[in-house]
């Protein structure tokens, strides 16, 4: 297979950006970029080395660097090309640049990239040698080499942060809370206080004990707080969620009547009213059911930059390296991704993660954090670990319909325990308590009863 051609590293934009900034403003930003750019090779394109090298000696002759006098010397030169340096281009370099404020930093970009050429050099030239020649010729092109990866060292930015930024930052979450992210939920946002940026908080359960509608009554709850959030639909499309966001909304809805189009022709007109109000309360959710793999994931996070990223659910991802064949470490990579992320965009993540089948032959059905896939990695890498049981789907006589139970396995900074929910399936909520599951039952009954009895006095009416 034919090898794709490799590029050495430069930066057109960089380049643009200091020699239009001299065209700009003149003498005082060359000085500026000249501080860094100490030999005309360090630029990339042949045309921006040899302006650069007519804009150096026009400095040291004392003479004023714009437009004119820069076009005046080119033409009476052998520089001059049609293709390449020519007036049309000089002319329009001032415009590519929005401030000259930047000119350093675009000034040790391209310093960079020399030295980084440079050192792709000398490695070649280092590993060629090897084979041939003296011993005393690689010892001078092994200091040669080291020279120029100490330079590289040194010339990229540090991430060090200054201790009294840090202590700055600390002062301000304690004043502002902002680092804090409310569940909207008692019972969750007693675990810890909240979710926290930064952290992940991952929900697991076996499949129909509500996992995925606790995660949509959470993303629901955080719009109406005003929150940004991006959801990843692996399992359900982006239009079954917002069937459950409609019946969330709806008094009288249920989950079945959507999911099977059993709407009557009255009802679709307030359906259709109430998807108009919707569109402005979801104004903050950005929804994806396309995206496949982790690096597209995080590529979407890095671009929006939300406050809450919400995944469901881990396992469906696809690692991007096809070398990898133990899931054990494809979820590993997938959790400690999503960690670094929420890290470096200060968001908050959301995983939800299926459990391992075994749960369902225990006589304790209840799940625990063993039941997760790869468990550990989840332990080492989680701020908080859920688990949603629904007792009810387990035994029907037992259990009561409309409570549910999410249980916190794992708490880094709050308290772990079992905590009691009120649950209605077919309207995809999560309550403070059964009491309150039980009444919007009871009203949604009683609605629906009116609503139909009406349809079916205007039918008799009819005839």
């Known amino acids: 297979m034919e090898q794709p051609i490799k590029v050495y590293p430069h930066s057109t934009e960089a380049e643009e950006a200091v020699l239009g900034g001299i065209i700009k403003e003149g003498a005082s930003i060359f000085e500026r970029c000249n501080a860094w750019i100490r030999d005309e090779e360090a630029f990339y394109h042949t045309k921006n080395k040899e302006l650069w090298k007519i804009m150096a000696e026009m400095h040291r002759e004392g003479e004023v660097i714009d437009l004119v006098t820069l076009g005046d010397r080119i033409k009476s030169s052998k520089l001059f090309s049609e293709e390449g340096l020519n007036l049309y281009y000089i002319s329009g370099l001032p415009d590519s640049v929005v401030t000259t404020g930047n000119v350093e930093s675009y000034a040790r970009i391209i310093w960079e990239k020399h030295i980084k050429r440079k050192s792709i050099?000398?490695?070649?030239?280092?590993?060629?040698?090897?084979?041939?020649e003296s011993e005393e010729k690689?010892?001078?092109?092994?200091?040669?080499h080291a020279v120029l990866v100490n330079e590289l060292l040194e010339i990229s930015p540090s991430k060090k942060k200054d201790i009294s930024s840090v202590i700055n930052e600390t002062i301000d979450t304690l004043k502002t809370g902002k680092n804090i992210i409310k569940f909207g939920y008692p019972q969750l946002d007693n675990i810890a206080g909240g979710m926290t940026r930064k952290e992940l908080t991952v929900i697991g359960g076996r499949p129909g004990h509500g996992k995925t509608t606790l995660t949509i009554n959470i993303v629901r709850s955080l719009l109406n707080q005003g929150y940004r959030v991006m959801v990843f639909n692996r399992e359900m499309s982006n239009v079954e969620m917002i069937k459950k966001f409609?019946?969330?909304?709806?008094?009288?809805?249920?989950y079945e009547d959507l999911r099977v189009g059993?709407?009557?022709?009255?009802?679709m007109q307030l359906i259709e009213i109430m998807a108009d109000n919707l569109k402005e309360k979801l104004e903050n959710l950005i929804m994806y059911d396309d995206i496949r793999t982790l690096s597209d994931a995080m590529r979407e996070i890095q671009r929006e930059k939300p406050d809450v990223v919400v995944d469901d659910y881990i396992q469906l991802i696809q690692v991007d390296n096809k070398k990898q064949k133990d899931r054990r470490f494809e979820i590993e990579e997938i959790l400690t991704e999503y960690k670094w992320v929420c890290k470096k965009e200060n968001c908050a993540g959301v995983l939800v993660s299926q459990l391992n089948r075994e749960i369902e032959k225990r006589i304790e059905p209840r799940p625990r954090l063993a039941d997760f896939a790869e468990s550990g990695t989840i332990e080492q890498t989680a701020e908080t670990a859920l688990l949603v049981f629904y007792g009810y789907n387990f035994n029907d006589d037992k259990y009561n319909r409309y409570e549910i139970e999410v249980i916190c396995d794992k708490a880094r900074y709050g308290k772990v325990g079992t905590y009691v929910m009120g649950f209605n399936g077919s309207k995809c909520k999560f309550y403070h308590n059964s009491d309150d599951a039980v009444k919007d039952n009871d009203n949604n009954r009683n609605k629906t009863k009116i609503s139909r009895d009406r349809a079916l006095s205007n039918v008799q009416s009819d005839f």
């Open 138 to 144: 690689v010892e001078d092109l092994l200091h040669n």
């Open 262 to 267: 059993d709407i009557e022709e009255g009802r």
């Open 121 to 132: 050099k000398s490695a070649y030239e280092l590993y060629n040698t090897g084979f041939k």
């Open 246 to 254: 409609m019946i969330m909304e709806s008094s009288d809805l249920k």
